[in-house]
């Protein structure tokens, strides 16, 4: 399996994007678009390997202020957050609609004139605004355990409120012991992770680059994100929509609104899912991604 070293793609508004590619260059080419502080290592290599051998030439990648892509400035506070996620108005860094434009930049930077695109929560809000902006680009659409941006969907429970809003300690054991508490919360109770791999997998992004600062960057554009439930209707590409039934961050309401959107769409609900990818349905998602590209043909 070809796996490409890590590259660096400038897209625009003086943001650096940093990428890396599984599988042959003449596959059809699949770009993974990660959620909420996540850098490019949380789409695990074997779930990248899988989709390489079903045909695709993968392309994972860092958004803006997560991993070793570009950190970029303006300062969110807390009570921003906080004013943000009761719908007041508030002064954003960036946008989601920046965040898509960087993807689409990032393709421009590949040479891919179209792509097929999956994106996990944030990622699914962005693989969706870019279907909306730019829909010549954009061959399938695969949003997983994602939302409309409509208020009323794809709500967070209540127990996350403490875990999501409280401060965080300094440095690289602070951001990994919060980094397993957060996951017991939202993970999958139907498929559980070995704490040792959660704790692995945060070491390796506090090492990458982790920025606080970045995170609540990000926060800000999905909470201020609009309702996509009217441009959704205008996406004509295959779509599936994956969501899983105990997902306490992003309700399975927004997995749902999202599929009610997009004209046929294809909507899979999982039992014992939260919010993470389980490696137990790592077979799943590559043949749901596979069949899903397959009705672009």
Not at 9 to 17: H, K, N, R, T, W
Not at 112 to 138: C, D, F, K, N
Request: proline share 5%; with cysteine; charged share 20%.
């Amino acid at each position: 399996m070809q796996v490409s070293e890590e590259m660096f793609a400038p897209v625009g508004s003086g943001v650096e994007l940093c990428y890396q590619t599984y599988g042959d260059p003449d596959g059809e080419p699949l770009l993974l678009v990660m959620g909420l502080g996540g850098p490019m290592n949380w789409w695990d290599p074997a779930l990248c390997d899988l989709l390489a051998r079903k045909g695709f030439f993968v392309v994972r990648y860092d958004n803006r202020d997560t991993g070793r892509s570009t950190k970029v400035r303006g300062r969110v506070s807390r009570s921003m957050i906080v004013k943000a996620f009761l719908g007041m108005t508030v002064r954003t860094p960036y946008s989601m609609a920046d965040l898509a434009a960087d993807g689409l930049g990032l393709m421009d930077h590949l040479g891919w004139e179209s792509a097929h695109l999956a994106g996990v929560s944030m990622g699914g809000m962005i693989v969706q605004t870019m279907a909306i902006q730019a829909p010549e680009r954009v061959r399938s659409l695969t949003s997983i355990m994602s939302t409309t941006g409509r208020r009323t969907v794809g709500w967070q429970h209540p127990s996350l409120f403490p875990a999501l809003l409280g401060k965080r300690g300094i440095g690289r054991e602070a951001y990994v012991e919060s980094s397993a508490r957060t996951w017991q919360l939202i993970g999958s109770p139907g498929f559980p992770v070995d704490d040792e791999k959660v704790r692995q997998r945060a070491g390796e992004t506090w090492d990458r680059g982790f920025s606080p600062q970045g995170v609540l960057r990000q926060m800000l554009a999905v909470l201020t994100q609009p309702n996509r439930t009217r441009d959704l209707r205008s996406v004509q590409v295959p779509a599936t929509i994956v969501h899983g039934l105990a997902d306490k961050m992003v309700h399975v309401s927004g997995g749902r609104a999202t599929s009610s959107a997009i004209a046929g769409s294809e909507l899979l609900l999982v039992e014992g899912m939260g919010h993470d990818l389980p490696v137990e349905m790592f077979e799943d998602f590559a043949d749901v991604i596979r069949r899903t590209a397959d009705r672009a043909r």
